[in-house]
């Protein structure tokens, strides 16, 4: 259950799955007529099924939220158990809303509603059975897109050893510190600060990645990560994300300071 799960966490990407839905529901409600919906007019049908569609894709943007909410909770690291949570609640509260809609607007001020056993037996788990496929392919497919993006959007920090090298996004790149002659990088891993060991030469990383400032001799920094400055022993540094300390040279004092402020504003 906590194996990671693909996801998405654009929102126009859900905006698409919710109209989607919305579509569905009214196309399944319209054509396959459960229940009395045999009975409505064709115009009655287009006055009271669009709601359901409606209900069904407004529900799933009122839970956006919940799921950003699980997402930042748990870290950025979405799994199964997060899906099948997200889906579960999002489908209980669906069917609630749903029930109201029918007894106060379709069937409003009528003596002999159906019961919410018939409905939930006759038409609400019947139209989940049908639309949670629609629903979890959508997903995960937006989710497995936004992964290859992410992909496709690493960089490769290279050893000189055949097996050697970093394969990350630039941004979890916090800073690279050399080491005789090889380079230990500091950089991200979901929420987790870690560090590798690479053999290779500052001063090719500098070269290949100029995004990355010179702050030392010894050292590269990632400006996103900047945190604060701090002055010890009449010495000026540099405080990234996870409390990284980076000293900062006269050499490079200027002209980090003003890529800094670039950066950061």
């Known amino acids: 259950m906590k194996r990671l799960y693909p996801f998405d966490p654009l929102i126009k990407h859900h905006l698409i799955i919710s109209l989607l839905l919305a579509i569905w529901v009214f196309m399944f409600l319209y054509f396959t007529e459960p229940l009395d919906v045999n009975e409505l007019s064709n115009t009655e049908k287009l006055i009271f099924l669009p709601g359901y569609g409606f209900v069904a894709g407004f529900c799933y943007l009122l839970f956006l939220p919940f799921q950003n909410f699980l997402y930042l ?6 799994n199964v158990f997060s899906e099948l949570t997200f889906i579960l609640t999002f489908s209980i509260v669906t069917i609630i809303i749903a029930r ?4 106060f607007i379709v069937v409003a001020n009528e003596p002999n509603p159906n019961t919410f056993g018939y409905m939930l037996i006759s038409i609400f788990l019947p139209a989940i059975a049908t639309i949670l496929p629609i629903i979890l392919i959508g997903r995960f497919g937006f989710g497995k897109y936004y992964e290859k993006q992410l992909e496709d959007q690493k960089i490769e920090i290279k050893g000189e050893g055949n097996y050697e090298g970093l394969h990350l996004q630039l941004n979890d790149v916090i800073s690279i510190q050399s080491s005789d002659n090889y380079i230990e990088v500091f950089y991200l891993s979901g929420p ?10 500052l001063s090719v990383i500098a070269y290949e ?7 030392h001799r ?3 920094i990632n400006p996103i990560h900047f945190q604060r400055w701090k002055t010890e022993n009449g010495k000026l540094l540099v405080i990234l994300n996870h409390q990284v ?3 900062i040279s006269k050499t490079y004092k200027n002209d980090i300071k003003a890529r800094i402020n670039s950066t950061t504003n």
């Open 73 to 78: 909770k748990l870290k950025k690291q979405w």
């Open 100 to 103: 109201c809609y029918y007894l």
């Open 192 to 201: 987790n600060l870690k560090k590798t060991l690479i053999r290779n030469k």
């Open 209 to 215: 990645f100029p995004e990355l400032l010179r702050a």
């Open 218 to 220: 010894s050292y590269l």
């Open 245 to 247: 300390e980076v000293p």
